[in-house]
């Protein structure tokens, strides 16, 4: 309950600052909390399950999204109240639904807000929506996926700069999944001032630096040193990361909303559970990791017409 | 010989004459034609009157007559004082002591003496209402007549004549003066009251020494404006209240203030009494751009003739303030010194008073104040029955003008000047409607089919009301409107209009009302009542305006364009409305005087307060008194108090007592003396008060930053202290006033913005001793402007409770408040003995990790007792405010809200065992900690009024609302993105079930596949090359069949096909490897359909080959 307040506090403003987010972490948070990795915590849960967006356009603040009653992928039929929402229109949505037959119940989370599900027909989802006033999306995870920016299309965005004079600078190093001192080729760098906010650019050339946002930076050094972190087990369904490289929040997000679901944290991988196999590979793609479903050699192979008629 | 001399030295003069007046028109001053005078006429003159150029003859006029002092003595007395008795052959006084109004006491200027000045073109606007105060001639008998038009219509005044008439008539005007007596209409030919020689010289003309005394401000400011030398900084004390405006201004207030004014209770088109065509003229007088202010009006008779037709009956104050369209007819030229001459420099750089016509006033009559201003002009002729103002004036005064030179009559013309006596008498004897009572202006103007004010006007208009009407403070405090840049910010920031940079919140708050005005004020008939009614949110609808009136009047300040009490001017580069007749058009003084008295019954009836207005010496500018009350300090003074507040140690947003801003603000301006001379002239007449309150204005919308003597941008940097796991950590915390930028940036220091006016804390690390002690000053320049962050050295820093977290740095240690202190290692022992003596108990201090070297920290400091602090500490000091701090819940932006789910807990400091605290009038307690105890009254949502002592606090508690619908554009992103397919690396064609449904996608070099994005369902992916070998992949589990295609497609569509058609083929013919991404799953029936699709592309190429041949 205490984190609906947060969600409450957020959807009433509908922006601010990472600072006043933490500020008003602090305010909530029972004492002897370590404040950092709560705020942190939230932030995650928040931007996965599509209440709010963190940093957005590499700002340090944050931003409530809109209200959706998204449908899930993986379980047609059933949704989740996503963004921003009041005690008020909680009240709506369950009345609503009640009234249209469709089944509403909450389920609590220590680490973040409840989580709002409704289960009935999608047309009776729709009619729910609209008398609260919200918007219904069918498949809302990949109505996200359409909005991916793939990481290989931000980094020949990115200008190129130099490195920062006086700013220490430290690389990502996947063997050790850590920061090295020092620049190295194809790699995230974090570049630091001596007071002040840390900066991650992308070294992709002797000296020359692209800035990225730091989750980004550090799968487009994947991506270009062919370093797989994502990986999708097609009957599981289940896609797995490196819980020391999470991918970007926009694809969490649309990993967690194919079934209303957090990412779980299991044996250092971070798993998303019921992920259809065609946006796993959607997601796979867009953050630079090979397909997850047919190897590249075998495509190859098939193209120089030696599995000529078969199947690849 | 004697004779051909005289006859040459005569030749010689009047060659001379004209010269120099062809000299004085051409170098843009006044130009002066004398006239012969008869025996007669000298005999009337003045004593010593000889016909100067215009630039010295108010030089000797003084020397003839009480000019502006004595002239503005009769100004706001009752007529009976304000007119010399008829029988003592007294013009009414009004004529001759405004020359701003283009009135000329006869003993100014010789009888005979025909004076032409050329004026800016601005001052036609000094012109008399020529329905008031109908043009007379001067320099013969008829000249102290007025010049009333046919039909009762007021002829043109000579400004406006002037004005509209090109150089070439000026001069031909100018010749004719010179041949002959000034020429009269025949309408003209009524005697002329006693002129200003006989006022001049009748002992009972003279003013009363009441009258004098009424006058004395006037009388000041009028000899200030002749000998005193310019003001440093004219623009603050040529419009403070309740002085009144120096100078001409004075004088011609005075003549405009024995206006008779009427007024309907409900005001139709404006009326405006002369002291209302006062403020014009100065608004219109201290206007110097001559040239642009010609530029605007019509050249030709004709045209002036055709606006006053065009156009509704002028107003009277339209009429009196002399734009050219409104005041039609003119009679004759004459030399008047300006009172903008007369008011300095600044007033007198650009401003060239065209005073061409001496209005005759109404009869010298104790009712004359009662006489309605239609009724008070002269009629046309004696026998004509007194029209209505309203009257078109347009053909009559065509005919005038055409006819000007011919229609006058002979000078001595005794029975036409009998008979306009007369007919004014008659028309003085007329009684006039009275002015409406207050008591009228203070009820809503109702209007069912009036639509309420725009969304951003009712914003600004609820951030007026809230941060000023409703502002916390005593019920015995008086409310000011201080209305500044800055507060403007601040009030739109407490209402949660967002965080605007001063100058921006000044050009959105000035757009909303202009909007406002010409959309909703402006097209209706009533103009202004509209606003006199309460909206929706039961505030009054006028306050937002009534603020710009008060910005308008904060930034009246001598420029290059205007001079400094140029009030109007002001207010229309506010509104964009344009000046029509002196004033914004639409814009009536009694209605903004109506809205004024609205404003205050409605603070006096539903909240109990007082708004402070004018006082009853309020002098000459009775309409523009109103906005000046509330800005005892202007612009020029304004900026100067953030050192101020920086040299007094205040806190940014702070609320500090009047009494003791009053205390360092007399400390500061005798160290300092930053005010300019009008400022501490407020500051040491009764407007103190006023002052006070705006500075307290000031400081709580003050965000800490000031800009230092290299122009740099300035922002303080607190210390701030916070637990993690219980160690307490310090940090850097730097304000962020609204014009500094998102990210700091100096190559060092890098922060972003944090809470709203602040940025993000920085760390202090062990390291940053030396800095603490010696103070530190960051330097960025973004976008080339120059912002610095500074925190200055210390010995010992003081940290008082906080909205945040934890405390922070303060000016003191807040008696009965939980803070901490820092001090250096020296300083320990001094500092641990002092603080458990201010606190009763034992305090040590602290060692957290990470502590600067060579400082010591003590927590949980709560002083319970005043001491004086030891040497090196007095940064210590206990201070005893009364302040309410919020601590914890959920806080809604700067606003004073919070949310209903997270109300606050209110911390008092400083308060003492006498005190009581209340919460909506109800008391509550507070207990040990200095904690009220709301009992659950701030999780009501609403508004509560917290009081502790003398400290009121408004808080509001509001339950959540969704802030955000949906963001624009989401409904257009997806636009050509219905469908997104992750294939592997290399070149593919995506296939629909539809033939024609074809999209194309490569990977880049950089990626480890490729995204396909099309607007259809993707059934088929299909890479193939030159060489041999194809794949084809599957999307689907199942695949559709291809569409059929029409039995006789149509070219164009067979053309589009050939896109699907084609790759299906081809990678048909080259014996592709079949798959699917979804792993090895592979069925034969797929095989089945891909033919089908293979048949269908056939069948196309089949028909395109057809039809190409």
């Known amino acids: ?312 | 010989m004697r004779s051909f001399l005289q006859a040459l030295r005569k030749k010689l003069t009047d060659v001379m004459r004209r010269l120099r007046a062809l000299a004085l028109r051409f170098a843009g001053r006044p130009q002066v034609v004398e006239e012969k005078r008869s025996p007669s006429e000298n005999a009337l003159a003045a004593p010593t009157a000889p016909a100067q150029p215009a630039a010295n003859a108010e030089i000797e006029l003084a020397g003839v007559q009480p000019t502006g002092p004595a002239v503005s003595s009769a100004t706001d007395d009752a007529s009976a004082q304000r007119y010399a008795p008829e029988g003592g052959a007294a013009i009414p006084l009004e004529a001759e002591k405004s020359p701003s109004a283009g009135v000329q006491p006869a003993t100014d200027i010789a009888p005979g003496v025909a004076v032409i000045e050329r004026e800016r073109a601005g001052t036609e606007d000094e012109a008399p209402p020529a329905e008031q105060s109908p043009p007379r001639e001067i320099g013969s008998d008829a000249s102290a007549e007025p010049v009333p038009a046919p039909g009762g219509r007021p002829v043109q005044t000579q400004s406006s004549m002037d004005v509209g008439l090109d150089s070439r008539a000026r001069e031909r005007i100018a010749q004719e003066a010179c041949a002959e007596p000034a020429p009269v209409l025949q309408s003209d030919a009524v005697e002329s009251p006693p002129g200003e020689v006989e006022w001049a010289a009748s002992p009972e003309s003279q003013p009363t020494p009441e009258a004098a005394e009424r006058q004395l401000p006037a009388q000041r400011a009028s000899e200030e404006g002749v000998t005193s030398p310019p003001c440093e900084e004219p623009g603050v004390d040529a419009g403070t209240v309740p002085s009144p405006v120096a100078g001409a201004d004075g004088e011609a207030t005075a003549a405009a203030e024995i206006e008779p004014q009427t007024k309907p209770v409900a005001p139709g088109p404006a009326e405006l009494s002369s002291a209302d065509a006062l403020e014009a003229e100065e608004a219109a007088a201290s206007d110097a751009v001559p040239v642009a202010q010609a530029a605007e009006m019509p050249t030709h008779p004709v045209e002036q003739l055709s606006a006053a037709t065009t156009e509704p009956p002028p107003s009277e104050h339209e009429a009196a303030a002399p734009g050219p369209p409104e005041t039609p007819s003119a009679t004759a030229l004459e030399v008047t010194q300006t009172p903008a001459e007369n008011a300095g420099p600044e007033l007198a750089a650009g401003h060239e008073g065209v005073s061409a016509v001496v209005p005759a006033p109404p009869a010298p009559t104790p009712e004359a104040e009662l006489v309605p201003p239609a009724a008070a002009s002269t009629p046309a002729e004696p026998e004509a029955p007194i029209e209505s103002p309203s009257a078109p004036p347009a053909e009559v005064v065509e005919l005038e003008q055409r006819e000007w030179p011919e229609a006058r009559p002979a000078a001595g013309d005794a029975s036409a000047r009998d008979a306009a006596r007369a007919a004014r008498r008659r028309a003085q004897d007329r009684p006039r409607p009275s002015r409406p009572s207050p008591e009228s202006y203070e009820q809503p103007f109702v209007d069912p089919g009036l639509r309420p004010p725009s969304d951003e006007y009712a914003l600004w208009n609820e951030a007026v009301v809230q941060h000023f009407v409703l502002a916390d403070a005593s019920e015995n405090e008086e409310i000011y409107l201080a209305i500044t840049p800055r507060v403007l910010a601040g009030a739109l920031a407490e209402v949660g209009g967002g965080i605007l940079a001063p100058d921006d919140a000044q050009v959105n708050f000035a757009d909303a009302v202009s909007k406002m005005y010409h959309t909703r004020v402006l097209p209706h008939s009533r103009k202004l009542q509209v606003l006199r009614r309460c909206g929706r949110d039961g505030l009054p609808e006028c306050a937002a305006f009534l603020a710009l009136s008060v910005l308008a009047a904060y930034r009246m300040h001598t420029d290059e364009g205007m001079a400094a009490n140029a009030y109007y001017k002001r207010l229309d580069e506010l509104l964009h409305c344009g000046l029509s007749g002196g004033l914004p058009r639409g814009f009536d003084q009694d209605e903004f005087e109506g809205l004024w008295l609205f404003l205050r019954a409605w603070l006096d009836r539903e909240h109990g307060r007082q708004m402070a207005m004018p006082g009853p010496d309020v002098g000459l500018r009775r309409y523009v008194a109103f906005p000046l009350t509330h800005v005892p300090l202007r612009q020029v003074d304004i900026e100067r108090l953030p050192d101020f507040f920086d040299w007094a140690g205040y806190e940014a947003g702070q609320r500090v007592p009047l009494e003791r801003i009053d205390a360092d603000l007399s400390k500061w301006a005798r160290v300092r003396g930053a005010f300019t001379n009008a400022g501490m002239d407020a500051l040491a007449d009764e407007r103190r008060r006023a002052v006070l309150a705006q500075i307290a204005h000031e400081l709580e919308c003050w965000d800490g930053s000031h800009t230092d003597t290299q122009g740099r941008r300035t922002a303080p940097v607190e210390v701030f202290l916070h637990w993690e796991r219980r160690i307490p950590l310090l940090a850097y915390l730097p304000r962020r006033p609204a014009a500094f930028p998102t990210v700091f940036d100096d190559g060092v220091h890098v922060f972003d913005a944090g809470l709203d006016g602040w940025y993000e804390p920085l760390p202090i690390g062990v390291e940053d001793g030396p800095e603490l002690v010696s103070g530190f000053s960051w330097e960025a320049a973004p976008n080339g402007i120059r912002i610095v962050l500074r925190r200055a050295g210390a010995s010992a820093i003081a940290m008082a409770p906080s909205e945040f977290a934890g405390p922070i740095s303060h000016n003191g240690l807040l008696l009965g408040a939980l803070g901490a202190a820092l001090c250096r290692d020296a300083l320990v022992l001094p500092a641990q003995k002092y603080l458990e003596s201010v606190m009763g108990k034992r305090c040590a201090p602290v060692q957290p990790p990470n502590m600067p070297a060579g400082w010591a920290l003590f927590t949980g400091v709560n002083p319970v007792r005043r001491l004086p602090p030891p040497d090196g500490l007095e940064a210590l000091e206990i201070v005893t405010n009364l302040e309410i701090i919020p601590q914890g819940g959920l806080r809604l932006g700067r606003r004073w809200a919070w949310l209903a789910e997270a109300p606050p807990k209110l911390l008092v400091a400083g308060f003492g065992p006498g005190e009581s605290a209340a919460i909506d009038g109800e008391r509550v307690e507070v207990d040990d900690g200095g904690v009220i105890r709301d009992e659950g009254r701030l999780t009501r949502p609403g508004v509560h009024v917290v009081e502790v002592g003398r400290v009121l606090r408004r808080l509001e508690v509001v339950d959540p609302e969704i802030a955000v619908a949906d963001f624009p554009g989401a409904a257009t992103a997806d636009v050509g993105r219905r469908h997104v397919a992750a294939l592997p690396c290399g070149s593919w064609t995506v296939i629909g079930s539809h033939p024609g449904d074809a999209a194309h996608s490569v990977s880049r070099s950089w990626g480890q596949g490729a995204l396909a994005y099309c607007p259809f369902d993707p059934v088929w992916a299909l890479s193939y090359g030159y060489g041999r070998g194809a794949v084809v992949l599957c999307l689907v589990e199942q695949p559709p069949p291809p569409d059929r295609l029409p039995r006789i497609p149509a070219a164009r569509l067979l053309r589009s096909m050939r896109a699907w058609a084609e790759p299906i083929y081809n990678a048909n013919i080259r014996r592709p490897a079949f798959g699917s991404p979804w792993g090895s799953v592979y069925r034969p029936d797929t095989r089945a359909v891909w033919a089908d699709y293979v048949r269908t592309a056939r069948e196309i190429k089949r028909k395109l080959r057809a039809q190409r041949r």
């Open chain 1, 1 to 312: 309950m205490t984190w609906d307040v947060l969600l409450h506090w957020m959807t009433h403003l509908g922006e601010g600052s990472w600072e006043g987010f933490k500020d008003a972490v602090a305010r909530l948070a029972p004492q002897d909390e370590e404040l950092d990795d709560l705020a942190v915590g939230l932030r995650v849960h928040l931007s996965d399950m599509g209440h709010a967006e963190f940093f957005v356009g590499g700002s340090r603040r944050w931003r409530v999204l809109p209200p959706v009653l998204a449908g899930l992928a993986a379980r047609p039929g059933a949704a989740v109240l996503c963004g921003g929402r009041t005690p008020q229109s909680r009240s709506a949505l369950a009345a609503a639904a009640e009234a249209a037959g469709s089944l509403v119940w909450s389920e609590d989370a220590a680490d973040g807000p409840t989580t709002v599900r409704v289960q009935g027909e999608p047309a009776a989802l729709a009619r729910v929506a609209s008398a609260v006033g919200v918007r219904f999306v069918s498949d809302y995870a990949a109505a996200l996926f359409r909005q991916l920016m793939p990481v290989y299309e931000l980094l020949e965005r990115a200008p190129e700069e130099s490195a920062p004079t006086n700013w220490s600078l430290r690389s990502f190093d996947f063997e050790t999944m850590s920061l090295v001192d020092g620049p190295r080729p194809n790699s995230a760098c974090e570049c630091s001032p001596r007071r002040g906010l840390p900066r991650w650019y992308v070294h992709t050339r002797r000296g020359k630096l692209r800035p990225m946002a730091k989750r980004e930076a550090i799968y487009t050094a994947a991506m270009l040193q062919r370093v797989t972190l994502l990986r999708y087990d097609v009957e599981s369904r289940r896609l797995s990361a490196p819980v020391k490289v999470p991918p970007p929040e926009l694809y969490s997000r649309a990993a967690c909303l194919c079934a209303g679901r957090r990412g779980r944290v299991e044996g250092g991988l971070i798993v998303f559970e019921e992920v259809p196999s065609g946006m796993a590979a959607v997601l796979c793609v867009a953050v630079g990791q090979p397909h997850p479903c047919v190897a590249h050699s075998v495509l190859q192979a098939s193209k120089t017409g030696d599995h000529r008629g078969q199947p690849v």
